[in-house]
């Protein structure tokens, strides 16, 4: 069954108030398909759940940094969390505000931090010692002062895929908890460093929010321990949010419960408190449709190919992620247990593997639910493949916020 804001009406799949078959049959397949409403929607749960406390909810560009979707979270008040100057340009170009922005990530070049220097960004996630030296030497060099947290690394096992976890010692993330307060003592050395942030990221797609509490505890005895000793700690990055149901049989976490909480804990500290969320607030806002070219089968298998493939979504087969598949037309009688695969030349180009599903047959559509997040970000030309196109839905309309790739987008570059 498809998730919210995704539902069948009259075994017609709808977002919002828009027929997919419809977006499927004028757009062409495989296209990304969001909804506006449900994206800020999903932004303002974070942004509410904190109340009368200081905070500021940083979207995380890396989940999907399609200009539209940006300019729409700015609208919506949010700040951004970025990775690489490619995001800072497109946060910018989208109307963000410089001064909203956070920028996290382990292997930040001297351009990149020039250029969000010079942009006036709010402030650094910084994650080595040598990186607190280059910032510094830049802002000395601009005459400006740069802002920073540094990530520190919990120890806190978030119990996710192994790939999107973060918090472990053996993690290249961050600064290990217990070599925090010196690495503070020396940045309160450098005169164009202002450390007054602590950040924390443990990992992706959490359902149980107990190793998030685990490490908000931590990180709140860091933060006691660093105003000990005179570091004037003010903020705290919490670092990205909550996990989504993929699967009929998960619960989606209360983020109201869960910032509430985080708020509780806080309280009497007096922090600013800052969180990145990316996935919950565009995963299950987005479907990314495909048609079916063929069925066929083998001696053990049945195989439904599709015109989608790992190159439009690679979540499947680079973290054996779960996608819900349903048709847009659900009127075919029964189920068939089958793989679902695209045309790229791998055997890992799979969507689901004896997957019980509908009884889709050549021409129908399906939607492959819950890949507003890590979905278009992910996708490459592998194949030679034109990248999909993109459709935000608001109430009964829908338009083109990214055009399908043409074969000459393809070769754009190259001699
Ligand atoms: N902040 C930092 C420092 C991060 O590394 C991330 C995600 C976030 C925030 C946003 O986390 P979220 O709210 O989305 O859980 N491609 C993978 C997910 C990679 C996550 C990387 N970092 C996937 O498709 O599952």
Known sequence: MPFPPFSYRDRNLYVEDVELE???RSAGTPVYVYSATAIAERYRRYDEAFGSTPHEVFYAVKANSNLSIL????????????????ELYRVLRAGGRPEKVVFSGVG???????????????SFNCESESELTLIDSIASRLGVKARVAIRVNPHVDAQTHPYISTGLRDHKFGIDITAAEDVYSRALQLEHIVAEGVSCHIGSQLLDTAPLKEALDAVLALVGRLRARGVPIRHLDLGGGLGVPYKPDQVEPDVTAHVQDVCARCAGH????????GRSIVGPAGALLSRVLYRKSTESKEFVVVDAAMNDLIRPALYQAYHEIVP?????????VADVVGPVCETGDFFARDRE?????????????TAGAYGFVLASNYNTRPRP???????ASWKFIRTRETYEDLVRGEE
């Open 22 to 24: 419809q977006i499927a």
């Open 71 to 86: 300019r729409l979270l700015a609208a919506e008040g949010a700040g951004f969390d970025i990775v690489s100057g490619g």
């Open 108 to 122: 930040k070049t001297r351009e990149e931090v020039e250029y969000a220097l010079s942009s006036g960004i709010h």
């Open 270 to 277: 007096d922090l600013k408190l800052m969180m990145e969320p």
């Open 328 to 336: 847009l037309r659900a009127h075919m009688p029964g189920t068939v």
């Open 357 to 369: 599903m509908a009884n889709v047959l050549p021409g129908d559509f399906i939607a492959l639910c």
């Open 389 to 395: 196109a993109e459709v935000l839905v608001e109430g």
